[in-house]
């Protein structure tokens, strides 16, 4: 008996041993996997958005093409929100361009015409109501308001001030970059204007407002990465210009005059 007993101590002690290694063993990978949890919350998970680049627009634009034109009706015009509205002001103003310019229509004929016109029907029906005893026709009374004059010429004053000072800015000879891009500019206008009229030229700014602007927001973003690619090569271009030819030329400061 006693051997019996002496002999089970040992398979006792054995199996407490393997629960309470057990035990241990569940402890510690609970605790290494709440660890490991609070880890992983403690690490910044990073947005994919964080990750991508910055789409390249055309001169810088962040806002939408519909934003850029003032979002209003205007907008809506350039961009065929409304197609019947659009076709309507482009079938205009090609009328407009083919009665002036391919029938050599002039305007002063054509207001005292329409004045005509309208004078002498207004003239006969009222005349001829009195044989038909019908009431004559009301003439409203016609008044031009003051208001929008003066907000069009406001806008006028200041869109000439800030052309007169880019002006000033450009002759002051501190910006060369910005001066032969303003000369190239004109020297293209007067280009175009050497070969059409005022009014074939403005025709033509009217058909490309009414195109470019919807051909853009529906390839936008294949314009904007050959944009990209050609602004990349001009910028090249225009540092090897600027090392060798621009960066020799004396550029004149302005001094701010003192005042007695």
């Known amino acids: 008996m006693a051997e019996h007993s002496e002999s089970s101590d040992p398979k006792g002690e054995s199996l407490m041993e393997k629960l309470a290694e057990k035990l241990h063993g569940d402890d510690s990978s609970s605790s290494s996997d709440s660890d490991s949890d609070s880890d992983s919350e403690k690490k910044p998970t990073s947005s994919p ?20 034109f003032g979002g209003g009706k205007p907008a809506d015009i350039f961009l065929w929100r409304d197609k019947k509205v659009s076709a309507g002001v482009l079938g205009v103003a090609t009328a407009i361009w083919v009665l002036f310019e391919l029938l050599e229509y002039h305007l002063l004929s054509l207001v005292c015409h329409v004045l005509i016109a309208s004078l002498a029907i207004l003239f006969l029906w009222s005349n001829a109501t009195t044989f038909i005893n019908k009431s004559p026709p009301h003439i409203p009374d016609v008044h031009l308001p003051e208001e929008p004059f003066l907000q069009v010429a406001a806008a006028l004053r200041i869109e000439i001030n800030g052309a007169l000072a880019l002006l000033r800015d450009i002759a002051s000879g501190r910006d060369v970059k910005k001066f032969l891009g303003v000369v190239a500019g004109l020297w293209g206008l007067s280009i175009l204007g050497s070969c059409c009229n005022f ?4 025709y033509i700014a009217f058909i490309l407002l009414h195109t470019v602007p919807v051909l853009y927001e529906k390839y936008e973003d294949q314009v904007d990465s050959f944009g990209e690619k050609a602004m990349i090569e001009i910028k ?14 004396p550029r004149g400061q302005l001094k701010d005059k003192k005042k007695a």
């Open 49 to 68: 958005s964080s990750l991508k680049d910055k789409v390249y627009r055309l001169f810088g634009r962040e806002k939408p093409v519909h934003k850029v």
């Open 199 to 202: 009014l074939t030229l403005f």
């Open 236 to 249: 090249k271009q225009y540092a090897v210009f600027n090392a060798k030819v621009l960066s020799k030329i």
